[in-house]
């Protein structure tokens, strides 16, 4: 074999068809990476892997076409089959011949990583894995074109007939998408040498799926020496149905060792997490919560064609290993419509027609629908002006659901309903929110004089009719039993509901009639007019303190209503501004006909207080809480809650009102993106992507000039 090995190898480096090999996909490579990562001033190393992947199947046949056909072509294979070689030896020592060849043109694609670790960052796992699987996929095309080679009589003929092979692997992918029969999907997933190595290029190291590219190749292997051997004895129908008999065991072996460790990894959540954000990694929260499952959840994964989240299945399955109660599927609505019957009306139309997870435990009845703004996190960042993808929430967003759908009891909010309130269809989206953080929203009326229950925060959102004396007594009647409030006002409100602001005073503060503006030279005090407010976060213990300390302090209150504060703070009363207006803001009042914004020398100035936190102590010692904010757009708009911080503050003050959070996890959502390129002002490392090509084509002149008249 080792002979065999050298001959191979000396006749590789010796001849143009390596050098063609390694020259086209270096530079192919080169240009690769230039447009994908360096003029996109990306980081994502195995996302240029991936994409590299699809060389092997248009290269590889220029590297194997000779390897036997051309052996066929000189006539020289029968001296090479009655050789004292073993067909086992004929065949490793030009696998591996051509392995080397594969190996050294992979190697020289490091300076594509070397650009990435000077001027971004490498993370080594995650490169080691996606290389590893880089490495073991070009190795089975190469063992699957070699077996071609090996059937085909000239370099030309196994060229073709190699590529066209592996075009049918490729459309595999494509064919399992269109197709709609399950178990030919399912057999076509199974065979794709693209689909087995994508884990590898997602950090995930996938011993399944290795063992498939192993077992691939060795197969292949087999079958060429087979091949070989069928050629050496062809005159014998014995040898011949004894092959075929040997071929197909080996077939059936490699089958089955493959599926076993495809139900093994799914089972046991065997894949390794290498990734750079470690995205399917379950916490300590979560183990805390799985460990705490007493009751059997289903997750129904409904994903389109060519759509699926791979990290999100991977994580489910860890989900599924670690405890009995849960459990996953992939589902169609086409094939189970059925789903939609546990899913509420308001949320069926938008969320379940499109790519999302459905959690349901049968014995609470409770479902929930988790979908793409779920898992993503957003911040603002001031010196764009515009809004990152920050963060990835598959993790929190699954857990919490877990929660959510298995709770014995929930904790409630209440909002309060019959004077004006938003109705249901404005609150839809602050409804989905705090459910999201597994409280359940109960919509309660004062009619009749009754309280609602003071162990649950009451939310009073923007009324614009008065309470009756009665409601007002009740609604008093709940403060003193220690119920906490949770009150928004919109400068469209009546600029007095005398009984209602008198329950606000009773708790130092009340709203203003007018709309806040802010002054065109402060930039920072508006969004992208001064109508949109973006205030000042003051720091408020256990409330603001730790969103100031993770920099979520972005918001907008577009419009809003000024507070004024007319209590006096003291022992009975305390009192905190949670925000305000910038310096430079003034208040207008708001005309029947029209509003004219231009700031008049009349106009009260700020700072005014937009969100007022208070804390009333009565008579008895009995303590309620009271929160009140100018606006209710950055709690029910979708859009404001989705790219500001408006929805870490709402939990945050509602956690102050009761005392206690509902399910306070503590998930760190992960990494979404991998650091920029800063490649800027150097011309280094387009030095550095040039170098591969390069070095090849000074090889190839070196060696190949001197020989060309031999």
Request: charged letters at 15%.
């Given at each position: 074999m080792r002979a065999i090995f050298k001959r191979e190898l000396q006749a590789d480096f010796y001849t143009a068809s390596a050098y063609v090999y390694m020259g086209v996909f270096l530079a192919l490579g080169s240009v690769f990476f230039a447009v994908g990562n360096l003029a996109a001033r990306s980081g994502d190393l195995p996302g240029f892997l991936w994409n590299m992947g699809y060389l092997w199947m248009l290269l590889t046949p220029?590297?194997?076409?000779?390897?036997?056909?051309?052996?066929?072509?000189?006539?020289?294979?029968?001296?090479?089959?009655?050789?004292?070689?073993?067909?086992?030896?004929?065949?490793?020592?030009?696998?591996?011949?051509?392995?080397?060849?594969?190996?050294?043109?992979?190697?020289?694609?490091?300076?594509?990583?070397?650009?990435?670790?000077?001027?971004?960052?490498?993370?080594?796992?995650?490169?080691?894995c996606g290389y590893l699987g880089f490495l073991l996929q070009g190795c089975a095309f190469l063992a699957i074109d070699l077996f071609v080679s090996a059937r085909s009589r000239t370099p030309i003929t196994a060229a073709v007939w190699a590529f066209g092979v592996n075009l049918l692997l490729w459309l595999t992918d494509v064919v399992s998408s269109a197709v709609g029969i399950a178990w030919i999907q399912r057999i076509l997933r199974f065979i794709s040498l693209y689909r087995r190595a994508s884990p590898f290029q997602e950090g995930q190291l996938s011993l399944a799926n290795a063992l498939f590219f192993l077992a691939v190749t060795a197969l292949m292997l087999f079958l060429t020496a087979r091949a070989l051997e069928a050629r050496r004895f062809s005159g014998s129908p014995k040898k011949t149905m004894m092959n075929l008999g040997l071929c197909l065991l080996a077939s059936a072996v490699a089958v089955a060792a493959c599926a076993a460790a495809d139900l093994w990894e799914t089972k046991a959540a065997g894949r390794i997490d290498l990734s750079f954000n470690r995205v399917t990694t379950r916490s300590a929260a979560t183990d805390a919560v799985l460990r705490e499952l007493k009751r059997d959840v289903h997750a129904y994964v409904l994903a389109s064609e060519g759509n699926q989240l791979n990290d999100l299945n991977a994580l489910l399955d860890r989900y599924q290993a670690a405890t009995p109660h849960f459990a996953w599927s992939q589902e169609s609505l086409n094939k189970n419509p059925l789903l939609l019957q546990w899913v509420s009306d308001d949320v069926r139309d938008s969320a379940v027609t499109t790519d999302c997870v459905i959690l349901r435990c049968e014995e609470t009845g409770r479902t929930r629908v988790l979908t793409w703004d779920d898992y993503m996190r957003f911040s603002y960042d001031d010196d764009t002006g515009s809004y990152a993808w920050t963060g990835l929430t598959y993790e929190q967003a699954i857990t919490e659901a877990l929660v959510y759908v298995t709770a014995e009891e929930l904790p409630r909010v209440q909002i309060l309903t019959g004077h004006g309130e938003l109705t249901a269809e404005e609150t839809a989206v602050l409804e989905q929110r705090l459910r999201g953080a597994n409280y359940e929203p109960l919509r309660v009326s004062l009619s009749g004089g009754s309280a609602p229950d003071p162990a649950y925060p009451l939310m009073i959102l923007s009324p614009i009719l008065d309470l009756g004396e009665t409601e007002a007594q009740a609604?008093?009647?709940?403060?003193?039993?220690?119920?906490?409030?949770?009150?928004?006002?919109?400068?469209?409100?009546?600029?007095?509901?005398?009984?209602?602001?008198?329950?606000?005073?009773?708790?130092?503060?009340?709203?203003?009639?007018?709309?806040?503006?802010?002054?065109?030279?402060?930039?920072?005090?508006?969004?992208?007019?001064?109508?949109?407010?973006?205030?000042?976060?003051?720091?408020?213990?256990?409330?603001?303190?730790?969103?100031?300390?993770?920099?979520?302090?972005?918001?907008?209150?577009?419009?809003?209503?000024?507070?004024?504060?007319?209590?006096?703070?003291?022992?009975?009363?305390?009192?905190?501004?949670?925000?305000?207006?910038?310096?430079?803001?003034?208040?207008?009042?708001?005309?029947?006909?029209?509003?004219?914004?231009?700031r008049r020398a009349e106009d009260p100035v700020g700072p005014f207080p937009l969100a007022v936190l208070a804390d009333r102590a009565f008579d008895d010692g009995t303590r309620s809480r009271f929160f009140l904010i100018g606006n209710s757009a950055m709690f029910t708009s979708e859009t404001i809650l989705n790219r500001t911080y408006s929805g870490e503050l709402l939990l945050q003050v509602l956690r102050h009102l009761t005392g206690e959070g509902a399910i306070d996890l503590d998930i760190v959502p992960r990494q979404a993106m991998r650091p920029e390129l800063n490649t800027e002002g150097s011309i280094l490392p387009l030095a550095l992507v040039a170098a591969p090509p390069l070095l090849i084509a000074i090889l190839a002149v070196a060696i190949l000039m001197p020989r060309r008249y031999l």
């Open positions: 220029v590297l194997t076409m000779h390897v036997y056909a051309g052996e066929r072509r000189c006539r020289t294979d029968q001296l090479l089959l009655t050789s004292p070689v073993s067909m086992a030896g004929i065949v490793l020592g030009k696998y591996l011949a051509a392995c080397a060849v594969l190996i050294f043109t992979v190697a020289l694609t490091l300076p594509y990583a070397l650009v990435v670790a000077l001027w971004g960052k490498v993370y080594p796992g995650e490169m080691l609604l008093a009647g709940f403060a003193q039993a220690g119920g906490s409030v949770f009150a928004t006002v919109d400068f469209t409100d009546p600029g007095e509901l005398p009984n209602l602001y008198a329950f606000y005073r009773l708790y130092g503060v009340q709203p203003r009639a007018g709309l806040v503006l802010a002054e065109e030279s402060d930039a920072a005090g508006y969004y992208t007019n001064a109508a949109e407010i973006t205030p000042e976060m003051l720091i408020v213990a256990g409330v603001t303190d730790t969103l100031a300390e993770g920099g979520a302090d972005f918001f907008i209150l577009a419009p809003a209503r000024a507070l004024e504060i007319v209590g006096t703070p003291s022992a009975d009363l305390m009192l905190s501004t949670v925000l305000q207006t910038r310096a430079a803001s003034y208040l207008r009042a708001v005309q029947a006909d029209q509003i004219d914004l231009e």
